[in-house]
């Protein structure tokens, strides 16, 4: 599926690097847009996560659970959520949304 070729180039190309455990994996880091948080979660619950707030776009194939630890940039991030994107039943992509560990 050329999609699921592009995201691949693109996470090659311009994807950064960060780590769980001993395996390292890439991702496109981006701030997440604020329909996403409203849409997930209550304005309580935004108002208790930890900021800086980053999203990730990484390959279908990586499934992190949420709570997974994982270190970006020397910092140790939490996933607070995973979703899965598809094309029909075509996995794309996976979006995930971490909060630094405090």
């Known amino acids: 599926m050329i999609l699921h ?4 180039h693109w996470l090659r190309r311009y994807g950064e690097s960060f780590r769980v455990g001993v395996q390292f994996y890439r991702g496109l880091f981006f701030q997440p847009p604020v ?3 409203r849409w997930r979660f209550s304005t309580e619950q935004m108002d208790a996560l930890s ?14 659970p949420d ?12 996933v607070l959520l995973s979703l899965e994107f ?6 794309v992509y996976r979006l995930m949304l971490v909060e630094p560990v405090v």
């Open 67 to 78: 709570g997974t630890t994982l270190v970006w940039r020397g910092s140790d991030y939490r």
């Open 86 to 91: 598809r094309f029909d039943t075509t996995p």
């Open 51 to 64: 900021r800086p707030l980053w999203a990730i776009a990484v390959a279908p194939t990586v499934s992190l």
């Open 5 to 8: 070729e592009c995201l691949n």
């Open 35 to 37: 329909g996403l948080l």
